[in-house]
């Protein structure tokens, strides 16, 4: 993709979530409040800012726009007042400060404070926001935002990772989610993918501190990779795009990596061989499958596989699921999953900052 830029409906895919972001003067978008999203709670979602912060870098890399930057820098900023603090705003979470206002974790965003989809926090949206810092540091060589990324990481790693029991010699095990205080787990299974997050996003942070951090952390996490990759297998498409885009950091370096890969490209080849993806729409969730594309773009898997993207993502755009400007009001599509929707529809047509080597030059 080198040379290329997004293409017209990235940015009209991301105002829908953020406003008209293209008509701001750069004094304004200096001094922008992010909108509050149709999801979330008090408009934020952890998961969907993630992609906005990496889409908003994207747009600034590719048209050297520094309103783009400025837009980023103020989404970041919005996301730690409202998720880094208790739901009612009255204080941060418990460890944090303003000084390091991660050190409490960040909330999820659910809208519901208790039961099965209640608050709390998720290692893999916890890792992704850790990503779009570390890569707002990349993009404005501002080493503030990847030492937040690291004193995040290092707050949640014990929450979330423990030994295994003692003397049966095993590799450490993790919890799902945690309570919003992170005080005590709310779901104890493990993450199919959440080892692999932890080990690729701890390794970026630490090439971009350029330091001998986190070693432990990255330790732990490359043990249980070590074990989990080879029993890999996923019928998920979101789960198998990420898992693809999981891998891509380190394919071809490290066999833990290129295994994982090869096995996701299997079971997607599967999918499509399936015809999983000409079930009617009505039975499929969008942003789901955008998260597949991510993870075919971002390994470079050749011709045949850039057309299944596009099956995907035209598919998407005959359902009217992603809304022409001109048929917003006719659509009738501004529900609750639209945001996460369109900032990783943005991201399938074009990964950008989610791709290795993106802010190399």
């Given at each position: ?100 206002p991660l050190r409490g974790g960040l909330r999820i965003g659910k809208e519901d404070e208790s ?194 993207a596009r099956q995907i993502t035209s598919a998407w755009e005959r359902a009217k699921l992603v ?39």
């Open positions: 993709m080198a040379g290329e830029t997004p293409p017209p409906a990235f940015l009209t895919a991301m105002e829908h979530v953020y406003g008209s972001i293209r008509s701001l003067s750069n004094a304004d978008a200096s001094s922008w409040t992010p909108p509050p999203m149709s999801e979330g709670h008090k408009g934020r979602y952890l998961w969907t800012d993630s992609f906005g912060v990496v889409n908003l870098l994207t747009l600034y890399k590719t048209k050297n726009d520094e309103r783009y930057l400025s837009l980023a820098r103020q989404l970041i900023h919005k996301v730690h007042s409202i998720l880094g603090f208790t739901r009612d705003g009255s204080a941060r979470l418990p460890g944090a400060s303003e000084e390091w039961g099965p989809d209640g608050d709390g926090q998720y290692h893999h949206y916890l890792t992704m926001w850790m990503f779009a810092l570390s890569r707002m540091t990349l993009a404005s060589g501002d080493p503030w935002y990847n030492e937040q990324a690291v004193s995040l990481a290092e707050t949640i790693h014990p929450r979330f990772v423990y030994p295994a029991p003692h003397g049966s010699g095993g590799r450490p095990r993790m919890v799902w989610k945690m309570s919003m205080d992170l005080s005590h787990p709310l779901v104890r299974s493990e993450g199919n993918l959440d080892p692999m997050d932890g080990f690729v996003v701890f390794s970026l942070l630490r090439q971009v501190a350029a330091s001998n951090i986190l070693e432990k952390e990255i330790g732990e996490y490359k043990r249980i990779v070590d074990t989990k990759w080879k029993g890999y297998s996923s019928d998920d498409p979101l789960d198998l795009g990420m898992t693809l885009w999981t891998a891509h950091w380190f394919k071809g370096e490290q066999t833990w990596a290129t295994g994982l890969a090869d096995r996701a490209v299997e079971d997607l080849d599967d999918l499509f061989e399936q015809d999983y993806f000409e079930v009617p729409t009505r039975y499929r969730l969008a942003f789901r499958e955008f998260g597949t594309c991510l993870g075919i773009r971002s390994h470079n898997l050749g011709p045949g596989w850039d057309a299944r809304p022409d400007p001109a048929e917003e009001h006719k659509s009738g599509l501004m529900n609750k999953l639209l945001p996460i929707t369109l900032v990783m529809y943005a991201t399938a047509l074009y990964p950008g900052g989610f791709r290795k080597g993106f802010f190399d030059s």
